[in-house]
């Protein structure tokens, strides 16, 4: 089992940055694959990026290639996303998520097990 806290969120203006920053609460961090996700009022939770366990592989959705970045600090236990040139469309409630293993390129929530609290993004 692990536990994810997700920071970072906040208030942007369109075409500014933040980075989204989730911490993992064990040493074994480093054995899952890692994912953010975001919701927004009324819509369905989607897969934004995704980092495989030693951070060689990463994914993207389609609205954020070129924009958002995820990485990761195994000797950390934590989690990045650095995101660029926000809009409007990104407003959301993001989620930091956890898998033990690697699920692959997967942007489905239904295949990470652990889940963080969520960090509001606004773009005005």
């Known amino acids: ?10 208030s942007v203006q369109a075409g500014g940055s933040l ?3 989730c911490a993992a609460s064990r040493d074994s961090a ?4 890692m994912g953010w996700f975001r919701q927004a009022p009324g819509k369905e939770r989607e897969g934004v990026a995704g980092i495989s366990p030693g951070g060689t592989i990463t994914w993207y959705a389609d609205s954020v290639k070129g924009r958002f970045t995820i990485s990761r600090d ?20 993001y989620y930091c998520a956890a898998e033990s293993g690697w699920v692959g390129s997967s942007k489905s929530p239904v295949d990470f ?7 509001q993004v606004t773009v005005s």
């Open 19 to 21: 980075r989204l920053a």
């Open 1 to 10: 089992h692990v536990q994810l806290v997700e920071s970072g969120g906040g």
């Open 113 to 119: 097990r652990y889940w963080g609290q969520g960090t």
């Open 74 to 93: 195994n000797a950390k236990n934590t989690v990045y996303l650095q995101m660029n040139s926000l809009k409007p469309d990104d407003t959301a409630m």
């Open 30 to 33: 480093a054995r899952y694959s």
